[in-house]
């Protein structure tokens, strides 16, 4: 017959079991953890792929139309160059592919797509080089070919502000510097401006935005309210009482 000696030495004290539970928990968190920097990096290797096969969609766009789309925004057809243009995996605030092209004449003859990148030890946002000052809320983005990444071109909007994509707090993600597609928000600043001002929201999404005379849509009003006069369903921040 067993002592209690015997069967107390083959039995978990309390101490053990608790040790066990919090290795298993560590475990569970690291391996949690790896699995949201292997989604977060996937995510990015689609963005990535995206915008490439739309740089190449958009070449062969433009050697036949001579210009190229004045608008390119998420699941619109350019039949027959692609049946359906890609979306971001969130397509949501900063994590959206935002197509910029001057805001002058009807033919386009540059652009370029922003997006955010998840995570932010990817060394092609230092080699890209973007900051607040020059892409916005972004920090990663491809051109034309006749176009430097980080220089103004003529009728752009620099840097980008997307219609309703909000001013925020970057916080960093898995790997730190970038933003996360869920930012901290700050109260949205009314822009200064002075009249009169131009707006348009032909191809803002509804939205409405600050533009330039001449440009596609572009409504002139002295007394800030050009978004309704401008007939958008969405008004530009500084028409916000």
Known sequence: MKTRKEIHKKAFTLIELLITVAILGILIL????????????ARDGRRKSDLAKLQRVLEDYNNDNLCYP???????????????????PINSGVNIYYYSVSTEGTCKKWYKIFTSLEYGQDPIIEKIGCTSEICGPFNYLVTSPNVEDLVSQPGEVYPPFPPGVPTFIPTPTIGGGSPTNTPTQTPTPTPTLSCPVWFTCVGQGGFCNVTVEGASGAVCNDTCDGCKAAGCSQPYPACVP
């Open 70 to 88: 004045d608008v390119l925004e998420c699941k619109d057809n350019l039949a027959p160059y692609i049946r359906e243009v890609f979306c971001d």
């Open 30 to 41: 690291i391996s949690l953890f790896i699995f949201q920097i292997y989604m977060t990096r």
